[in-house]
């Protein structure tokens, strides 16, 4: 144990040295890195919402809008599903939590149902005694069909959402020049959203807030929808609210329900500037059967407008003066360069699922997260402080030993941190203070076994040979013990809870190496340069 080659040594202080060149960016401003060579590690440890001060939303998903999309989806599919199998029906719709299908024909009934069941989707897991349906479908009477959504089908709709909702929001919140910020899912249907640096919930909420579901629709040639109101809509259009009243537009707008280009095509969307006006616009672009089929309709509808909608609200409805071939366009409104930006960037993101609800907003100022640090701080100087007199007093020169230990361990734990970009927070400080004690209690393990060894009458290099190898087996088994908690911390915790676990699962790690490499590695040397070693017995110093 208390042997090392060369090769080791070289390779102790390197890794020595590494921690220090990487650990070495957080305790100097950005400017002073900016003048540094570029092989030089630069990488600083981001800090959390609460020591950098910040924004933090809680938001909800709108289950009913998702239970709507879903049946309304479920009515699409079941009318395409019966004309392609050239089976009459006189209704289908949405009655209540179900969908209602009529039949023309009794004698369709058998072979309504074979086709409607094809909509049928398992969910869950069948191995694990999980497996179901996502739809029920039950005949009443001769003629008539109603197709239920389970509970656990609505179940894994809803998980999918926040899922789609989390990666969505990450792509905007990244958009606005930060991979600090943290999206995370709490419980069920709420996602946790913390930008640091930015004080004001505002921005955060206007970026977030909007569904962003883009489509393209065929405005009704003949009928306004004032006409369509006092008489009947037309079947397969809807009145949609407009948003371009200022414009000199209509404040409505009847428009065939099934878009022409729905916004999942649309590939690319990016802010500039009319050449002609100067107005904000935004310019997007569609993928290769978006362009098609946009290509295509401008090209049999020359001379008629169509509708871009927004969240069900017509931003522009320009006239198509001529085909659009190429798959480009460009979306002119009531734009600010701000708002133009935002959308773009709302859009090129994606589309959420269904709308989040604010459940709750607050702000984070940079004074308290000031306050935050230097309190942190001031705690691990006063603890490493007070462990480090106390080490001393008890162990004298192996004391000191252990401190350099404490002191390699502190700048491993920042050097891996700062490396991985992991975000410290007020629990990750806590960590890191629980680590040093931990490091601490390895070297008081080591030494009074080496103690116990001496009492035993051994001399002093098998004592403390023996006192390494011995304590070693209690120090690993300890450090997995709470590796093991950390690591259950982390994987079912979120937000501060991860923080504090990944601090200490980087301390376990660095608290191992601190106590049994390098603080053996000083006593080796100790051993093999002391003088007494020839002639008298050698004097342990603890």
């Not at 144990?1 to 070495?24: Q, V």
């Not at 069900?312 to 320009?318: E, F, H, L, Q, T």
């Amino acid at each position: 144990m208390l042997h090392f080659d060369r090769w080791k040594i070289i390779a102790i202080l390197l890794t020595c040295l590494a921690g220090f060149m990487f650990a070495l960016p957080n305790f100097v401003s950005k400017e002073t890195l900016a003048t540094w060579p570029n092989f030089v590690p630069k990488r600083q440890m981001p800090l959390g919402l609460d020591l950098r001060g910040g924004a933090h939303l809680l938001l909800a998903l709108d289950q009913d809008e998702i239970r709507k999309d879903w049946l309304q989806g479920v009515q699409d599919s079941s009318r395409a599903s019966l004309r392609e199998a050239r089976i009459g029906f006189s209704a289908i719709g949405v009655d209540g939590g179900a969908v209602k299908v009529t039949l023309v024909k009794a004698e369709d009934a058998g072979r309504a149902e074979t086709e409607l069941k094809k909509l049928i989707s398992p969910v869950g897991n069948a191995v694990l005694g999980t497996g179901g349906n996502d739809l029920v479908i039950a005949k009443i009477g001769e003629n008539q069909f109603t197709i239920t959504p389970t509970q656990m089908g609505f179940d894994q709709r809803l998980t999918n959402a926040t899922t789609a909702s989390i990666e969505t929001i990450n792509r905007r919140v990244n958009a606005l020049g930060t991979a600090e910020s943290t999206v995370v899912r709490q419980g069920k249907d709420r996602i946790l959203v913390q930008y640091p640096g930015l004080n004001d919930t505002t921005v955060l909420k206007n970026l977030i807030g909007q569904t962003a579901k883009l489509s393209f629709h065929a405005v009704h040639p003949t009928i306004s929808p004032e006409e369509a109101r006092a008489s009947r809509i037309p079947l397969g259009y809807k009145i949609y609210a407009s948003t371009d009243v200022e414009r000199g537009g209509p404040t409505e707008y009847l428009l065939q329900e099934t878009s022409i280009v729905p916004g999942d095509d649309l590939d690319d969307a990016q802010p500039g500037f009319d050449s002609r006006t100067t107005e904000p616009i935004i310019s997007f672009r569609f993928n290769t059967a978006g362009a098609r089929k946009f290509g295509k309709y401008t090209q049999d509808n020359v001379g008629r407008p169509f509708a871009i909608v927004l969240d069900d609200k017509v931003i522009s409805a320009p006239v198509i003066r001529e085909p659009i071939l190429g798959g480009t366009g460009q979306i002119s409104g009531s734009f600010t360069v701000e708002s133009a930006n935002n959308l773009a960037i709302q859009l090129r993101s994606g589309a959420l699922p269904a709308k989040l609800t604010v459940v709750e907003e607050r702000t984070v100022g940079p004074s308290l997260g000031a306050d935050s640090i230097e309190a942190g701080m001031r705690a691990g100087l006063v603890g490493l402080t007070a462990t480090a007199i106390m080490t001393v007093l008890a162990y004298g020169t192996f004391g000191v030993y252990a401190v350099i230990g404490l002191a390699v361990h502190a700048l491993l734990i920042l050097a891996l941190m700062s490396a991985i970009g992991t975000t410290l927070t007020l629990p990750g400080i806590a960590g890191f203070v629980l680590t040093i004690a931990m490091a601490v209690d390895a070297n008081v393990l080591i030494y009074e076994r080496i103690r116990e060894e001496l009492r035993a009458g051994k001399t002093a290099i098998a004592a403390i040979d023996g006192g390494f190898q011995r304590a070693f087996v209690t120090i690993l088994d300890s450090q997995l013990t709470t590796l093991a908690a950390a690591l259950i911390m982390f994987w079912l915790g979120s937000g501060p809870i991860r923080g504090f676990a990944v601090t200490l699962s980087l301390g376990i790690l660095t608290s191992v190496f601190a106590a049994v490499t390098i603080t053996r590695l000083l006593v080796a040397l100790w051993l093999k340069n002391n003088k007494t070693i020839r002639g008298r017995a050698i004097q342990i110093p603890i």
